[in-house]
């Protein structure tokens, strides 16, 4: 029929397999949220006289300071506390990236599409809707030339 559009084939796209793939990222989302709940970052003096938890929910759940480590002065023991938080932090990112890619796998990239070629997609889409309100309007034009006028 003049006017219809097989839209995979002007779009590049197979909307099946798009699908498919979208419901594989939203069941890797959901096991990576399980993954990452509970999740903390620990990090401690090369001693081991000072160790810290961090947990997104609860900051510093544990602060475990041996006896030992009281020798060393309030000021110097506070800055040791401090660094231990970020380095923390920072080994929760890291095992938030690990574990995002064992969930994700190392081809995860391939399955996001590049901001040009959703762009090209979204012309290309509103070229069709263009194209569909066009026949659209034609065809209400033809229905009204073969109405019966009212006198």
Do not use: C, W
Not at 85 to 95: F, G, N, T
Not at 123 to 128: E, T, W
């Amino acid at each position: 029929m003049a006017g219809m559009f097989d839209v995979e084939a002007m779009l590049g796209i197979d909307i099946a397999g798009a699908a498919q793939s979208a419901q594989r990222m939203a069941e890797k989302s959901v096991e990576l949220q399980e993954r990452l709940a509970g999740l903390t970052g620990e990090a401690e003096t090369p001693d081991g006289r000072v160790r810290v938890v961090f947990s997104p929910e609860e900051g510093l759940p544990e602060v475990h300071i041996d006896p030992r480590a009281m020798r060393m002065g309030s000021e110097e023991l506070a800055a040791t506390i401090s660094r231990l938080s970020r380095e923390a932090v920072q080994d929760l990112q890291r095992r938030k990236q690990e574990i995002a890619g064992e969930v994700y796998g190392d081809d995860a990239a391939a399955d996001v599409p590049k901001p040009e070629a959703l762009k090209e997609t979204l012309r290309g889409m509103d070229d069709i809707v263009q194209a569909l309100s066009r026949d659209a309007n034609a065809m209400l034009d033809q229905i009204r030339r073969q109405m019966p006028r009212e006198s």
